[in-house]
């Protein structure tokens, strides 16, 4: 067989192997991600046609205050999260790292258990939890403010409180990349560092922490995007109250969308979520990254 034939097989299969993979991705995301754009431009409802406005429905957007509050209490959301999730997955999975055998993965499972419940389950028990009336942690919560607080219906406690849940329920996956993270550092570099005398705080800095480094990062990327989508847990905890204080982005396309009808009006909040992920997150990459190189 010559040598152009060998290739022309090869380019067949390679092609046979990728077409399902272009197929389903110009099926499920191009399209979708194509006609969501070409609504945006128009007044269409959510099912249907509609007319051509233009940069109406962004001009329309850049003047909506309740935009710049959801905006708002989405970035509020992400500082509420992102670092304390980050830290509490470093220090479990640090913990986590020093036990042995059956006790280790009895531990994980435990902490990654609520990871793989639903957002309605967790909401349910947290709900139950947190009941003004007869939830189990108000005494906790009056010891702490001198009476129970509806935490959902609290201006101030609302987006803390929905923080605490979303870092309980989504942890267990942070923890499992921090010790993958952890038990890819040669054990050889931390017998070296103790011959030469390093302290256990020296050995993480200098040896845990700058080869963990990348998995921190990975998992400050995934939460960014991850909460900057928000919505599941707003929705089923406060519905976007009280007074707005939980009211998100996607909660507001949600409203314009399926309450309303607006289907061009919900698109552009949807292209303007989305140019907002993607440019705080090549932000966040950067950084990250320069903080790596030093």
């Not at 028990?125 to 939830?135: E, R, V």
């Not at 990327?221 to 009211?247: A, E, R």
């Amino acid at each position: 067989m010559s040598q152009a034939n060998r290739r022309n097989r090869e380019l067949r299969a390679a092609a046979l192997l990728v077409l399902p993979f272009v197929f389903i991705f110009a099926v499920f995301f191009l399209y979708p991600t194509y006609k969501v754009v070409a609504l945006s431009f128009t007044d269409a409802p959510l099912i249907g046609e509609g007319n051509w406005v233009g940069l109406a429905n962004y001009t329309k957007l850049f003047g909506d205050r309740l935009f710049y509050t959801s905006l708002w209490n989405n970035f509020y959301f992400v500082l509420l999260t992102i670092i304390p999730t980050t830290v509490i997955a470093l220090l479990i999975a640090l913990s986590v790292s020093k036990l042995k055998g059956r006790v280790q993965a009895l531990v994980l499972t435990l902490f990654f258990l609520p990871y793989v419940l639903p957002v309605s389950v967790v909401t349910m028990i947290w709900a139950w939890m947190l009941d003004f009336q007869f939830g189990v942690l108000q005494p906790l919560i009056a010891a702490i403010t001198g009476k129970p607080v509806p935490v959902f219906k609290n201006p101030t406690w609302v987006m803390p409180m929905i923080a605490v849940v979303t870092v309980w329920w989504t942890n267990g996956f942070n923890v499992l990349l921090m010790i993958a993270g952890l038990r890819n550092i040669p054990a050889d570099l931390y017998e070296a560092a103790s011959l030469d005398g390093a302290t256990p705080w020296q050995r993480f800095w200098r040896v845990t922490w700058p080869l963990l480094w990348p998995v921190v990062s990975l998992v400050l990327t995934l939460q960014l995007i991850l909460q900057l989508k928000l919505f599941d847990q707003v929705y089923l905890l406060s519905n976007g109250g009280p007074f707005n204080q939980s009211y998100v982005v996607l909660m507001q396309m949600y409203r314009e969308a399926f309450q309303l009808n607006n289907g061009g009006y919900a698109s552009a909040i949807a292209m303007v979520l989305f140019l907002v992920i993607v440019i705080v997150s090549i932000l966040q990459f950067q950084l990250l990254r320069i903080r790596g190189r030093k």
